[in-house]
């Protein structure tokens, strides 16, 4: 079965104490791999899409890059604004459905 | 730019109730889906529809109907309430119904007492 696992299921950082959340996926056949935050009471916000092993995207303080078997959300320096939880979807059909993962919830303390 | 507009964004029903959640876009998408957030599960897909009059079943849509007559309405329905449908809604939109990132609602929450 198709599946998304992501750890941890929290992390507490210190502001400035760069890290790396993981996203690891059981599919066959990825038509892109997709990050998104969600803060508390809001819809998920989309971050990035990777779609081929070796790719890397950026945006501010954080960084996505995919594996065939994973992908890593490398968060540098980070800030009490990035405090939030960070979902990993995969995208495997000819559609735009998502399966998501269950999200890690970061904490980052000033 | 409204994006993704959801309505309500709060809702009690007692078990058995019926009600509809609304979804509207104003980004002409194509692609419209509803999915539902639960402690612990993750976002799971309820129904989606790839253009107006084409509707399909997600992973969880027992309990649940949509309809798609435009381009930008994408209401779900619930047939007979029950305690199992407490939860967070999500509509989502996509430009394509071939890709492309989607675009989230505020959310829905739902309660079944």
């Known amino acids: 079965e198709d599946q998304v696992t992501q750890s941890p299921e929290a992390l507490r950082l210190q502001e400035g104490e760069s890290s790396s959340l993981n996203c690891s996926y059981t599919v066959s056949g990825l038509r892109g791999l997709f990050w998104y935050r969600q803060d508390p009471g809001k819809g998920p916000e989309f971050l990035f899409t990777?779609?081929?092993a070796g790719e890397e995207k950026e945006k501010e303080r954080l960084k996505a890059t995919l594996t065939k078997k994973e992908s890593f959300l490398h968060i540098t320096a980070p800030k009490p604004e990035d405090s939030a939880t960070y979902l990993c979807?995969?995208?495997?059909?000819?559609?735009?459905?998502?399966?998501f993962g269950k999200g890690t919830m970061l904490l980052v303390s000033p | 730019n409204a994006g993704v507009t959801q309505t309500p964004k709060f809702q009690v029903l007692k078990t058995g109730q019926s009600m509809t959640l609304q979804c509207a876009q104003d980004?002409?998408?194509?692609?419209m889906s509803w999915y539902r957030q639960d402690p612990g599960m993750g976002l799971r897909l309820i129904h989606y529809?790839?253009?107006?009059?084409?509707?399909d079943q997600g992973e969880v849509p027992n309990g649940y109907n949509v309809s798609r007559s435009t381009t930008e309405d994408f209401p779900l329905r619930l047939l007979s309430a029950a305690p199992s449908q407490t939860s967070v809604y999500f509509c989502a939109s996509s430009y394509s119904s071939g890709g492309g990132e989607l675009f989230f609602g505020e959310g829905s929450r739902l309660t079944v007492l």
């Open positions: 529809s790839v253009g107006a009059g084409i509707t």
């Open positions: 980004m002409n998408h194509e692609y």
């Open positions: 990777l779609y081929s």
């Open positions: 979807a995969v995208r495997i059909s000819g559609y735009s459905t998502l399966t």
